[in-house]
């Protein structure tokens, strides 16, 4: 197991391949601008901002997944507000807990029936807590 977010499991085996690439981790803190006459505005920290992650996931029929089953799970989690927690290698990502924030999905191959056969889903994930 390379890793997992909630029900979804990041693997590689003989028959399936189900991963993730391109992970950025955003970390931001929260500030409030005081304007003062006459002089520049003062900062002032409030404290740490939402993480955020964001990363991409390719589906193939041939890499042993059904890319219709798998964009629809994640825009399912989405829909619903399910969280869970972000595991990499074994240990956590973050905090604590990630919701599903946005999901958009690119169908790449579709067979001459309608059948989606490749698409890839750039995932945003949002602190939650």
Request: aromatic share 10%; glycine share 10%.
């Amino acid at each position: 197991m390379i890793g997992a977010f909630g029900d979804i499991v990041f693997s590689v085996s003989r028959e399936t391949a189900r991963t993730l690439k391109d992970l950025t981790r955003t970390e931001s803190g929260r500030y409030a601008t005081h304007d003062i006459h006459l002089k520049k505005p003062k900062l002032e920290f409030l404290g740490p901002g939402l993480s955020t992650l964001s990363f991409k996931m390719e589906f193939d029929a041939n890499l042993g997944v059904n890319p219709r089953k798998e964009t629809d799970s994640l825009i399912r989690m989405q829909r619903e507000g399910r969280y869970g927690l972000f595991i990499l290698g074994g240990r956590r990502i973050g905090m604590g807990y990630f919701v599903l924030k946005s999901v958009n999905v690119d169908y790449k191959r579709i067979d001459n029936k309608g059948n989606m056969l490749a698409a890839s889903a750039d995932v945003t994930l949002e602190e939650y807590v």
